[in-house]
């Protein structure tokens, strides 16, 4: 989940009506080919097999990161993304990328890495990751029950292919990850005002949540590889199946929160959620206090997150968070899990 501590600059938070949906095919403020420096266009096109003659930039995701489908005169295509070290918050992000796909067993749902190369520009690193290009579409517009399943297939796909991946680049527990979020819920508990963007949460309820909250780390106990940060930008429908994308925040838990931690968005998309989380293999027998202390510690980091400064670099980062946190918050009082 840490996609959302960027430390960029930022600016003041204003209070406002709650915000608009995000459109998640089109929130990255991203650097432009034409700004890549000249070795880093000569690198990638000798990967492309051929001068660049076209530019499709990546629309989605929360980074300044450079991300497009780039295209010869031939008609080849590769997916390539780049960042300098000078960006504290991506660069790391692709050197991890670049470190955990090599690993990644064959047959797993994601686009094929077909390089990645550390170069020195002018004295500054940068990180150059090339992937195929995939004719695929986010979910979600419109959600259906189809890539819903899809969905949930590619999860516990990966989940099985890797049980046998390098536990030193598993990454941190996400009970860790969650547990190192201030918690919003005792303010609220004790009387004081909610977020702005969350109106309707009471003092009582904000109580109920911190106790969920608390019940975290026996409830995500587990040893899975989880991708760690799947959301629907993240993933790409091609053919029937959903292609999950962007390795960079791996961590390990439960098999089963990947695949929960998609189901709000699908929800707020108009279908069932608690009938999926029936029909899945992988969440039919979880206990549901289970479901609920992770959906509470996913509402307290999506409240810590979008009460954050605005990011200008990434302008659609905080609306995110928000918008995250109030389809989740709609969703636990629907389960009656406060």
Same mark, same amino acid.
């Given at each position: 989940?840490?996609?959302?501590?960027?430390?960029?600059?930022?600016?003041?938070?204003?209070?406002?009506?709650?915000?608009?949906?995000?459109?998640?095919?089109? =929130?990255?403020? $991203?650097?432009?080919?034409?700004?890549?420096? =000249?070795?880093?266009?000569?690198?990638?096109? +000798?990967?492309?097999?051929?001068?660049?003659?076209?530019?499709?930039?990546?629309?989605?995701?929360?980074?300044?990161?450079?991300?497009?489908?780039? /295209?010869?005169?031939?008609?080849? &295509?590769? #997916?390539?993304?780049?960042?300098?070290?000078?960006?504290? #918050?991506?660069?790391?992000?692709?050197? &991890?990328?670049?470190?955990?796909?090599?690993?990644?067993?064959?047959?797993?749902?994601?686009?094929?890495?077909?390089? @990645?190369?550390?170069?020195?520009?002018?004295?500054?690193?940068?990180?150059?990751?090339?992937?195929?290009?995939?004719?695929?579409?986010?979910?979600?517009?419109? !959600? =259906?029950?189809?890539?819903?399943?899809?969905?949930?297939?590619?999860?516990?796909?990966?989940?099985?292919?890797?049980?046998?991946?390098?536990?030193?680049?598993?990454?941190?527990?996400?009970?860790?990850?969650?547990? +190192?979020?201030?918690?919003? #819920?005792?303010?609220?508990? /004790?009387?004081?005002?909610?977020?702005?963007?969350?109106?309707?949460?009471? +003092?009582?309820?904000?109580?109920?949540?911190?106790?969920?909250?608390?019940?975290?780390?026996?409830?995500? =106990?587990?040893? @899975?590889?989880?991708?760690?940060?799947? $959301?629907?930008?993240?993933?790409?429908?091609?053919?029937?199946?959903?292609?999950?994308?962007?390795?960079?925040?791996?961590?390990?838990?439960?098999?089963?929160?990947?695949?929960?931690?998609?189901?709000?968005?699908?929800?707020?998309?108009?279908?069932?959620?608690?009938?999926?989380?029936?029909?899945?293999?992988?969440? &039919?027998?979880?206990?549901? !206090?289970?479901?609920?202390? #992770?959906?509470?510690?996913?509402?307290?980091?999506?409240?810590?997150?979008?009460?954050?400064?605005?990011?200008?670099?990434?302008?659609?980062? $905080? @609306?995110?968070? $928000?918008?995250?946190?109030?389809?989740?918050?709609?969703?636990?009082?629907?389960?009656?899990?406060?």
């Amino acid at each position: 989940m840490p996609h959302n501590s960027a430390s960029v600059p930022a600016i003041p938070l204003r209070a406002a009506a709650v915000p608009d949906v995000p459109d998640y095919r089109r =929130t990255a403020a $991203r650097r432009t080919w034409a700004e890549l420096p =000249t070795p880093l266009q000569e690198r990638a096109a +000798a990967h492309l097999g051929g001068r660049v003659t076209g530019v499709r930039p990546a629309g989605g995701g929360f980074t300044p990161g450079f991300a497009a489908v780039l /295209e010869n005169a031939g008609g080849d &295509r590769i #997916f390539a993304k780049a960042a300098p070290e000078s960006d504290a #918050f991506i660069y790391p992000s692709y050197l &991890r990328e670049a470190r955990v796909l090599p690993f990644m067993p064959p047959g797993m749902p994601l686009p094929a890495l077909r390089a @990645a190369e550390h170069l020195a520009v002018d004295g500054a690193g940068w990180q150059l990751l090339v992937y195929e290009a995939v004719d695929g579409t986010m979910p979600g517009y419109p !959600w =259906t029950d189809r890539d819903l399943s899809a969905v949930e297939q590619s999860c516990a796909e990966a989940v099985r292919s890797l049980k046998d991946f390098p536990r030193e680049l598993a990454g941190d527990p996400l009970a860790d990850d969650i547990a +190192a979020v201030p918690s919003s #819920f005792p303010a609220v508990a /004790e009387g004081k005002p909610a977020p702005w963007f969350l109106p309707g949460l009471s +003092a009582q309820e904000a109580g109920n949540f911190q106790a969920l909250l608390d019940l975290c780390p026996e409830a995500l =106990t587990g040893d @899975a590889v989880l991708h760690g940060d799947l $959301r629907p930008d993240n993933i790409l429908m091609l053919s029937g199946r959903a292609l999950i994308c962007d390795w960079n925040y791996l961590g390990s838990g439960p098999e089963w929160t990947d695949w929960v931690s998609v189901l709000p968005y699908a929800r707020a998309g108009g279908l069932d959620a608690d009938a999926w989380l029936h029909r899945s293999a992988l969440t &039919r027998a979880v206990p549901a !206090w289970h479901i609920d202390a #992770f959906l509470a510690g996913l509402l307290n980091y999506m409240i810590h997150w979008g009460s954050q400064p605005e990011v200008p670099s990434s302008p659609r980062l $905080r @609306a995110h968070g $928000r918008h995250t946190a109030r389809i989740v918050y709609d969703w636990c009082r629907a389960r009656g899990a406060v």
